[in-house]
């Protein structure tokens, strides 16, 4: 039978193949293969793949200073929380302990939320894969605030919430002292060291009370100002309505 002119292979074309195979296996080499031959004759590759992001966490552990800290104390038997591995690494529990590095943790973070596996997701559920492998102080607060600086995230995700009805009015007051109350912030500091308002209004008379507070003060502090400016003057009222 004559060969037809389709599977013919000319010169040009088994050099080809000769070059392309040439410059696989110089690429095979460089990446560390392991080449060989089998019983039948046939070229084995074996090529070991594994990832660095627990060398780099590693390394990082040894120069933060909380976690030498801790690593010295689980040495000594006082630190319980925390164990030393074989190969060096500091877990808490069965979670690698991820050093103060911003570096590091970028890497981890971006690694959960924007590889091809991890596809952007919301910070709850990035918390809770991260939460398995991984363990650093504040650790679902960044996740958070990395989320929320997301540029995709934030075009492309959307709340999931019922729609909401419509505003409901207040019915209006039948007597005086059914007030509203707010808290307006953001004033320079005063002499006494003010740095907000307390805004109580009768929805009835219109009349308002302005009364200078600090942003820091307690609920028990804010009870105290309340009796002596509203309830000594005008008794207990019918009704408060406040955000």
């Not at 392991?34 to 090529?47: C, H, K």
């Not at 007051?173 to 500091?189: A, H, L, N, Q, R």
Request: contains cysteine; charged residues 25%.
């Amino acid at each position: 039978m004559v060969a037809d002119a389709l599977s013919r292979k000319n010169k040009a074309t088994l050099g080809r193949l000769t070059v392309g195979k040439e410059r696989q296996l110089t690429e095979l080499k460089e990446m560390g293969a392991d080449l060989g031959i089998n019983v039948g004759g046939g070229l084995v590759a074996q090529l070991l793949v594994r990832p660095t992001y627990r060398e780099h966490i590693l390394h990082a552990q040894f120069r933060d200073k909380e976690g030498s800290k801790i690593r010295k104390n689980v040495e000594v038997g006082v630190e319980t929380k925390f164990q030393v591995t074989v190969d060096g690494s500091l877990m808490m529990g069965q979670r690698l302990y991820v050093p103060n590095d911003k570096t590091v943790k970028r890497m981890v973070l971006q690694e959960a939320h924007e590889s091809k596996f991890s596809i952007h997701p919301g910070s709850t559920k990035m918390y809770r894969d991260l939460k398995h492998l991984y363990w650093w102080p504040n650790m679902k607060k960044e996740i958070a605030e990395y989320v929320s600086k997301c540029g995709i995230c934030q075009q492309v995700k959307v709340e999931h919430q019922r729609p909401v009805g419509p505003l409901q009015p207040l019915k209006i007051p039948e007597w005086k002292w059914e007030i509203t109350m707010d808290f307006v912030s953001g004033f320079p500091k005063g002499r006494k060291g003010s740095d907000a308002i307390w805004v109580i209004i009768d929805r009835l008379m219109k009349s308002a009370l302005f009364l200078p507070i600090k942003m820091t003060d307690s609920v028990d502090k804010l009870v105290k100002i309340y009796i002596n400016e509203v309830v000594q003057l005008h008794g207990i009222l019918v009704s408060i309505v406040s955000n």
